[in-house]
């Protein structure tokens, strides 16, 4: 039983496609997560400012 070269050519390129798309669509992930959190940083540092003034102002 020679199971060697059992794939085409032709799947062995639409599965290399389909990894390159999927290489992709990670690292678009990956920017659009790490240009949320580089926003969301200094709003969620503000936000804990706040409350701390609030609470030293006893309006919490």
């Known amino acids: 039983m020679n199971l060697r070269a059992a794939l085409d050519t032709d799947d062995l390129l639409k599965i ?3 990894l390159v ?3 992709l669509a990670v690292e678009l ?3 659009v997560v ?4 580089s926003f969301l940083g200094p709003v969620l540092a503000l ?3 706040a409350l701390i ?3 030293f102002l006893d309006r919490i």
């Open 47 to 49: 936000v804990i400012l």
């Open 34 to 37: 790490g240009a949320l959190f």
């Open 53 to 55: 003034v609030l609470y």
């Open 16 to 18: 290399v496609l389909v």
């Open 29 to 31: 992930v990956e920017e």
């Open 21 to 23: 798309i999927v290489l």
